[in-house]
């Protein structure tokens, strides 16, 4: 397992910088289920992905944890903040975890966790869990990838939540409000409920998990329910749709990788900023760029 766990590390590591998968995936084994943890620094997202690896590991299942950590302004990696609050008795299990930099994308997501999933996917894990970096509203590109998105909220949270709408608390498929034992649990909890009552879309209506992660309170239910979304999802064809949807990402980084590595690029962004191209011929030059590598 050791072995295999490096050689999965170095092949999103190469991904990471830039390269192509070394390897093709195999679409037979492509059937993992992904579910995204999504919700605002400080709410505990890493101690519930921890606690629900643990749990689902037990289970049987070989179990995936992709962090997507603030990227280091030095080296450009991530941070790895989110392996230290994770539980650390995964001992005798089959769990893989590993930090990615978000490297600053809007939705704090990084580019590469499409074809992260696919590599995981690949050797057979079939839960993955998608820890997003927590920048707040914008953060709704989880969707694109996760069939199961959760949003983790806290007590007190409740007046920011209102003022939510719009964003990313319509994306959740199912509502956790963690720190249950803290004041004003209830209030938080009531007012998620009632966002959670007006969010119903295509059949399924959200469900609110009350948690303790730092007890373990509350993570069976919450893994119930990830189990219903995906009965529901598997039923109505939203399981394969987002399956396609992550297989076009993938593709996406796969083609900017190659065009990056045979195009050139970094001439023809200099001749721009020294005025010799214009953007629209410099444009054009890499469309016939691209033609001479079709025919080649």
């Known amino acids: 397992m050791i072995n295999s766990n490096l050689a999965i590390a170095r092949r999103i590591s190469a991904l990471e910088r830039g390269e192509l998968l070394s390897t093709e995936v195999n679409n037979t084994h492509n059937a993992s289920y992904v579910v995204g943890i999504s919700g605002p620094p400080g709410v505990g997202k890493s101690v519930l992905v921890g606690e629900l690896a643990l749990l689902v590991a037990r289970t049987g299942h070989r179990v995936a944890v992709l962090a997507v950590d603030p990227s280091s302004p030095i080296t450009g990696g991530?941070?790895?903040?989110?392996?230290?609050?994770?539980?650390?008795?995964?001992?005798?299990?089959?769990?893989?975890?590993?930090?990615?930099?978000?490297?600053?994308?809007?939705?704090?997501?990084?580019?590469?966790?499409a074809s992260a999933v696919h590599i995981l996917?690949?050797?057979g894990y079939s839960i993955i869990f998608i820890e997003t970096v927590g920048v707040g509203q914008n953060e709704t590109e989880i969707m694109d990838i996760a069939n199961t998105v959760i949003l983790v909220?806290?007590?007190?949270?409740?007046?920011?939540?209102?003022?939510?709408?719009?964003?990313?608390l319509e994306i959740a498929?199912?509502?956790?409000?963690?720190?249950?034992?803290?004041?004003?649990?209830?209030?938080?909890?009531?007012?998620?409920?009632?966002?959670?009552?007006n969010s119903a879309r295509e059949g399924w209506q959200p469900t609110v998990i009350p948690t303790v992660a730092l007890k373990s309170e509350g993570i069976e239910k919450l893994w119930e329910s990830i189990q219903?979304?995906?009965?529901?999802?598997?039923?109505?064809?939203?399981?394969?749709?987002?399956?396609?949807?992550?297989?076009?990402?993938?593709?996406?980084?796969?083609?900017?990788?190659?065009?990056?590595?045979?195009?050139?690029?970094?001439?023809?962004?200099l001749n721009v900023a020294d005025g010799s191209l214009s953007f629209n011929q410099a444009i054009k030059r890499l469309e016939n760029s691209i033609v001479e590598m079709e025919r080649m």
Not at 173 to 197: G, Q, S, W, Y
């Open 78 to 113: 991530a941070v790895l903040a989110d392996r230290v609050r994770m539980p650390l008795d995964f001992e005798g299990l089959d769990v893989f975890i590993r930090s990615l930099a978000s490297r600053g994308a809007l939705g704090g997501l990084s580019q590469i966790v």
């Open 121 to 123: 996917s690949d050797e």
């Open 153 to 168: 909220q806290t007590p007190g949270a409740g007046d920011e939540a209102q003022g939510l709408k719009a964003g990313i």
């Open 173 to 197: 498929d199912i509502f956790v409000v963690n720190k249950m034992d803290h004041p004003n649990a209830e209030f938080t909890l009531c007012t998620i409920r009632d966002i959670a009552n």
């Open 228 to 269: 219903a979304h995906k009965k529901w999802s598997d039923s109505v064809g939203a399981t394969k749709r987002q399956r396609a949807r992550r297989i076009e990402m993938q593709l996406m980084w796969s083609l900017w990788c190659t065009l990056r590595t045979r195009l050139p690029l970094t001439e023809i962004a």
